[in-house]
């Protein structure tokens, strides 16, 4: 979840990093009846920004951060501000940056689990991309040390891209990140939140059964 949660950190520095359409040729081009190159994301370009933040979080990477985020890559996430705080009013202040670079994203989010990412739906206007996603209960971990979320967390990411050229490897890249999600969900499974007046039927449907270990490496590793 950590990764969840650097994954999840998005932010808005200024204004919108997607260049305005090409101007048309004009009349004196040489190449007048080549078409224009969109430089708008269509469904496909949109999908593999999706995708590709989404491997930051199921399968980090400091090469695939280079490769997708821009270098002064900003995320905003409270509520990855609510997991490092445990809830706290510190270390990360709410509505500021979680990460303020890709070097401090990477910092952040290098040490976290792998967390399953499920993309539900994935929507896009000339610059930006919107994706709904799902971390599945139970998580399915390869390792002992990953998080396991007990119940089904979902959440909402907001990118903002830059385009870099069609002839690029990454078209698009990532420039901001705001994300939000059900940290409520995740902060009861790590023990950090201790629902207290469940009613029966409630408390019959939740099963936890916390790795001690968990979160303890998941606290340390987002100071
Ligand atoms: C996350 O997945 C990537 C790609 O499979 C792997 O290289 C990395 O070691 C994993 N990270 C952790 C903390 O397990
Ligand atoms: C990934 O990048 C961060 C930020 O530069 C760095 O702190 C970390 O050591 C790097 N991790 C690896 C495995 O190179
Ligand atoms: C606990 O829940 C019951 C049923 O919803 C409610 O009537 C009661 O006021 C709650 N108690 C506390 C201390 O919140």
Redesign the pocket.
């Known amino acids: 979840m950590r990764s969840f949660i650097a994954a999840l950190a998005l932010l808005s520095v200024g204004a919108t990093a997607i260049p305005a359409p090409s101007a048309t040729s004009s009349a004196t081009s040489s190449s007048a009846s080549a078409p224009i190159e969109s430089q708008c994301l269509d469904a496909a370009a949109a999908s593999k920004v999706a995708t590709n933040f989404g491997s930051l979080i199921s399968a980090y990477s ?1 090469k695939s ?1 280079n490769a997708y985020l821009t270098a002064d890559f900003e995320d905003y996430s409270d509520s990855v501000n609510t997991l490092i705080n445990s809830g706290c009013t510190g270390p990360k202040i709410l509505g500021q940056a979680t990460f303020v670079s890709r ?1 401090d994203f ?2 952040g989010q ?1 040490g976290q689990p792998n967390i399953t990412f499920n993309i539900k739906n994935v929507w896009s206007t000339c610059g930006t991309v919107i994706v709904r996603w799902s971390s599945p209960l139970p998580n399915p971990t390869t390792s002992q040390s990953d998080f396991h979320p007990e119940e089904e967390v979902t959440g909402i990411i907001v990118l903002e891209t830059v385009y870099q050229g069609s002839d690029c490897e990454e078209p698009y890249l990532i420039k901001t990140s705001y994300s939000e999600f059900n940290s409520g969900a995740w902060l009861t499974d790590l023990g950090v939140f201790k629902p207290s007046n469940c009613s029966a039927s409630s408390s019959s449907k939740v099963k936890r059964s916390l790795d001690k270990g968990v979160p303890a490496a998941f606290l340390l590793g987002h100071a």
């Open positions: 400091n951060a070097a990477e910092a290098g």
